[in-house]
């Protein structure tokens, strides 16, 4: 039988916590530690080694984003973080997908989409909807002070490939690209783990970031 899925709740406020418990036990995922501050959740996390932590942007001592950052940054395999924001454009958002973050939820998210999304990112996909994923990463690319680059090295690869990541940081689903490119689903999924491969990525999210800063697609 597969293990249980483990998780880390990190948030400030008691309600927030005690609602996403609540409704993730009830769903047989198994919260191991809950944390009203970045330095309890890195802590957390060190003692625990969940699948997946919850964590808020916006919390005292250390907020989520350095917390998740000292995390993802970790010896050993990193859980998947999924940051918690109040505002669906929240201005860390973008911040905290370049740090690594699997995706965003908002505070009011249903129980049903909470439950999907753990266990979305656990499975290694992209939490974030293709189209929601370019919304965020175009408005917030245009804020990076930073010129294009490539730490990334493209170079490697395929022309197939770099089409696929380019049509990936448009918002294209797999259905989608399958038509575009008139391949199976199949295939673009193993076009799309290559890419990540090679350029050493944890998901599709890291990918659509690492198209705009490349300036492989512009914002």
């Not at 530690?33 to 802590?43: C, H, L, P, Q, S």
């Amino acid at each position: 039988m597969t293990a249980p899925l483990r998780v880390v709740v990190a948030d400030d406020q008691a309600l927030v916590r005690a609602g996403f418990r609540m409704i993730l036990t009830a769903d047989g995922i198994d919260v191991v530690a809950e944390a009203t501050t970045g330095v309890e959740a890195v802590d957390a996390v060190h003692r625990h080694r969940p699948d997946v932590v919850l964590m808020d942007i916006r919390m005292p001592d250390l907020d989520g984003l350095a917390a998740a950052r000292q995390i993802l940054a970790g010896v050993g395999e990193a859980p998947r973080v999924i940051m918690l924001t109040t505002f669906d454009l929240d201005q860390y958002v973008y911040a905290a997908l370049t740090a690594g973050a699997s995706g965003f939820l908002l505070k009011d998210v249903t129980p049903e989409h909470l439950v999907g999304a753990v266990r979305l990112v656990r499975s290694g996909d992209a939490l974030l909807a293709p189209t929601i994923t370019r919304r965020l990463v175009q408005r917030f690319a245009q804020r990076d002070t930073d010129p294009p680059t490539t730490h990334r090295d493209l170079s490697a690869l395929t022309p197939r490939e770099l089409e696929v990541l380019g049509l990936l940081a448009h918002g294209l689903s797999n259905a989608e690209l399958a038509g575009r490119l008139h391949l199976s689903e199949a295939t673009v999924k193993t076009h799309v783990a290559r890419i990540l491969a090679k350029l050493g990525l944890r998901d599709r999210v890291q990918a659509v970031v690492v198209a705009y800063r490349t300036g492989l697609v512009a914002p």
